[in-house]
T-cell receptor, first 115, second 114 residues
Framework: GAGVSQSPSNKVTEKGKDVELRCDPI?????LYWYRQSLGQGLEFLIY????????KSGLPSDRFSAERTGGSVSTLTIQRTQQEDSAVYLC?????????????FGQGTRLTVV | AQKVTQAQTEISVVEKEDVTLDCVYE???????LFWYKQPPSGELVFLIR??????QNEISGRYSWNFQKSTSSFNFTITASQVVDSAVYFC???????????FGTGTRLTIIP
């Protein structure tokens, strides 16, 4: 499809396990964001990529969280040793240029449940 | 630091009524952009509008209109003649030239009662 694609759409994992969340941005988009949306909360910024570089990773909540982007395209958000408080919807967004120049396009998110 | 405040957590109106969603922002940058996004039950955020800090002209798009006032740091969103399909969570967001991450408000859940 032409939009931002995230997989899986739902993930249930046991506390302490590692998970990987994938984001396929719109082709040609250089900027990519990860956000977290907890139940009833707003969107919490996690990390921003421009190409394969992450000029802003200030939102990653702990060293259990990491993200990478390869080939200026697909990004993976990894959460190690998951905790129950990690349960949330993880949203990915991309934009064609620098984020100030245009709007961001969002995927439908990955709903992560840690049990 | 930048901040977006959406004081209205939930709003319910009867179909065909007009409704205004409030958004107040804070930033020290003089160049910034404001956004509204709609999040229907499906979960995907849908872009509605982007407005730069140098353009205070109000905008109308069909039943939607936006009122940007720098004097009060507000960017309010009005839906005229609301419809059930307008039911969603609406987010206001801010991005500045000096800090290229979208800062979102906590959202307003709008319910249109048929």
């Amino acid at each position: 499809g032409a939009g931002v694609s995230q997989s899986p759409s739902n993930k249930v994992t046991e506390k302490g396990k590692d998970v990987e969340l994938r984001c396929d941005p719109i082709s040609g988009h250089t900027a990519l964001y990860w956000y977290r949306q907890s139940l009833g909360q707003g969107l919490e910024f996690l990390i921003y990529f421009q190409g394969n570089s992450a000029p802003d990773k200030s939102g990653l909540p702990s060293d259990r969280f990491s993200a990478e982007r390869t080939g200026g395209s697909v990004s993976t958000l990894t959460i190690q040793r998951t905790q129950q408080e990690d349960s949330a919807v993880y949203l990915c967004a991309s934009s064609p240029t620098r984020p100030v120049n245009t709007e961001a396009f969002f995927g439908q998110g990955t709903r992560l449940t840690v049990v | 630091a930048q901040k977006v405040t959406q004081a209205q957590t939930e709003i319910s109106v009867v179909e065909k009524e007009d409704v205004t969603l409030d958004c107040v922002y804070e930033t020290r940058d003089t160049t910034y952009y404001l956004f509204w996004y709609k999040q229907p039950p499906s979960g995907e955020l849908v872009f509605l509008i982007r407005r730069n800090s140098f353009d205070e002209q109000n905008e109308i798009s069909g039943r939607y209109s936006w009122n940007f006032q720098k004097s009060t740091s507000s960017f309010n969103f009005t839906i005229t003649a609301s419809q059930v399909v307008d039911s969603a969570v609406y987010f206001c967001a801010l991005i500045t030239l000096g800090n290229e991450k979208l800062t979102f408000g906590t959202g307003t859940r709008l319910t249109i009662i048929p």
